[in-house]
């Protein structure tokens, strides 16, 4: 049985014709059998008022028969087409929540407004002395998935669940290709660590039990690693250089305007 159980996905619905066709030529043929086996039964007996009914009945079989078999026939037809309609709105539904998740990220600020930000939060740092964090997030499909479409799905998921685990004065910022900064004023490096394994749990919940998208978070912190914001941007453009992940070419765009 195991031989028969091994069905691929795609030729779903070519094996569920075939089981249809299978059915309705095994009814058909025990049909027309009992058929010739009643024909030979009641025109086997006299004519008469009992011969009269076997015939009538004959006929009424013979007629009934055929409608069965035209109303399984029109039922399977209907089912078909149901399929055919819930799958054309499913593919619909998936690309309104990929354009929704596309216009989400299109509301992020980018990079201007990430280097307008760390320049305003880091002299408000080093003039009160006080910390500033920044945390970089990339993230990537994964089990094979690739392309803008992918990328930009699982971007949409992994934002929403970063912002669910921001602070009020924390601000997020996308640089395409899967990859997103986090600004944390006033966040020493012990503290940091702290926020990254809420956001690293928060994306773990958002890639699921399949986990259909892998990420990687780095720490940069002023003052213990970094002098400068300066230093705090070609963190990030090391960050986006030494991704492995699959639209690279998007990250080299990104990259190069940061280190410019």
Known sequence: MKLFDQVDPGSLDRRMWQLWVLALTTILVLAS??????????????AGPSGHMFITLFAGYCVLMPLVLGYLLDRQLVIKQLRRKISEEEHQIVNLLHEVKTNFLETLPGVAHFQDRLSMEFRRASRAEQPISMVTVGVRPSHGASGPSALAGISGEAAKALMRKLRGE???YHFGGGVFSI???????????QIVDRLEEGLRDAAGPDYHFVFETHITNYPDQVCSAREMEKAVAGFISGRTSEPQASHLGVAALIAA
């Open 33 to 46: 059998g009992l058929a010739i086996m009643m024909y030979a039964v009641f025109f086997s007996r006299p």
């Open 170 to 172: 924390d601000s997020i």
């Open 183 to 193: 600004l944390l004023p006033r966040v020493q490096t012990s503290i940091a660590n």
